[in-house]
């Protein structure tokens, strides 16, 4: 019978049959497959994994603690934190084209992540250790079906995967999630220990925060941003509609100003636009009809707590024709 305990134990034994006394690498993107994907492998090789974080300075709140504390925590991963926010926002300076924005992203994303596998490629080699022949990848079963079904290969659809791989790749793949699906994945994930946050996480872009900030990316309006999305998600986990709702965009629209009034005085702030969407796969969408009470206590908070923010407004839109996220 399939059991989450019978996945683990045939997966731990194969990836050490695989691995034998070589290394492997694991980049970590804050999302449910790769930490599931890492923390199996971790559990089969231990400290012959090394993974790798790219704080990017595009994570909403609480996302990079999670990964640097709760999830190493949970498995005593040896873990490599790269802290890249100010080579991102300093790509990004100026850039308001949506597509331009993704491609900065993807191309960073990818020099980040190739020194830091030289490094901890390097590292092993100065400590005369074996080499690092093998790339941790979350594939799950959806995406070995949608890609054709090949073995072995690097090639991710590129949506999924922040700009996808170098094409000279010269390491194995180990993708321990290949035949299980994201429900599937959650139940391994919380066999194994880890925590809740990570586990129930929603889906999230991988160009993250930089693709709902409408206009230029900046410091500051990331701020603004992380604040008013952790309220929202927090309003939505209280209100425990986590499980209905798909995900739950919650965009700035940095270069639009309306009027308001607060206190005595006027106001000329900007909006928010929160888009709720319930999917099977995100390939389609419909706009959720969440209950109205939610809604008021989300704009209160956000217009009350979040500076600058003066407006919140629904995004009422399908998928045709909108998209889920704004860029
Ligand atoms: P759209 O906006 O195309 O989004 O309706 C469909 C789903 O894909 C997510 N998304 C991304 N995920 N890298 C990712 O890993 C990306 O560049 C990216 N763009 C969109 C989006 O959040 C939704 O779940």
């Not at 695989?18 to 971790?42: E, K, M, N, W």
């Not at 790219?54 to 504390?69: A, S, Y």
């Not at 850039?95 to 993807?106: A, F």
């Not at 129930?200 to 991988?206: I, S």
Request: some cysteine; charged content about 25%.
């Amino acid at each position: 019978a399939w059991t989450t305990g019978n996945v683990i134990e045939e997966q731990v034994a194969a990836i050490r049959e695989q691995v034998g006394d070589r290394r492997a690498i694991c980049g970590l993107s804050g999302g449910v497959d790769s930490a599931v994907a890492a923390a199996l492998v971790q559990k089969a090789i231990g400290s012959q994994l090394t993974c790798v974080y790219v704080d990017h300075g595009l994570m909403r709140k609480g996302e990079t603690e999670q990964v640097e504390k709760d999830f190493v925590a949970a498995t005593g991963v040896s873990l490599k934190v790269v802290d890249a926010e100010r080579r991102f926002l300093d790509a990004l300076a100026g850039v308001l084209d949506p597509e331009e924005k993704r491609k900065i992203i993807g191309r960073e994303f990818i020099r980040v992540f190739e020194q830091a596998q030289a490094e901890i490629v390097a590292e092993a080699g100065a400590h005369g250790g074996r080499p690092v022949q093998f790339l941790v990848q979350g594939t799950l079963y959806p995406d070995v079906v949608e890609s054709g079904g090949g073995t072995g290969t690097a090639n991710i659809k590129s949506h999924h995967n922040v700009g996808g791989l170098p094409e000279d790749l010269e390491f194995e793949l180990i993708e321990p999630l290949r035949k299980l699906f994201k429900d599937e994945v959650r139940m391994v994930g919380r066999e194994l220990g880890l925590p809740e946050e990570i586990v129930q996480r929603q889906p999230f872009p991988g160009p993250g925060l930089g693709i709902r900030i409408v206009g230029e990316v900046t410091r500051e309006r990331l701020d603004l941003l992380r604040e008013a999305d952790a309220i929202a998600r927090e309003e939505l986990t209280a209100a425990g509609l986590d499980r209905d709702i798909w995900q739950c965009p919650v965009v700035l629209l940095a270069d639009v100003r309306s009027v308001g009034v607060q206190g005595d005085g006027r106001t000329y702030g900007h909006p928010i636009v929160l888009r709720p969407v319930s999917s099977e796969d995100a390939m389609t969408a419909d706009w959720t009809r969440m209950p109205p009470d939610v809604l008021a206590k989300i704009s209160t908070r956000i217009t009350n707590e979040v500076a600058d923010v003066n407006r919140v407004v629904l995004d009422v839109t399908s998928k045709p024709p909108g998209t889920i996220e704004w860029e």
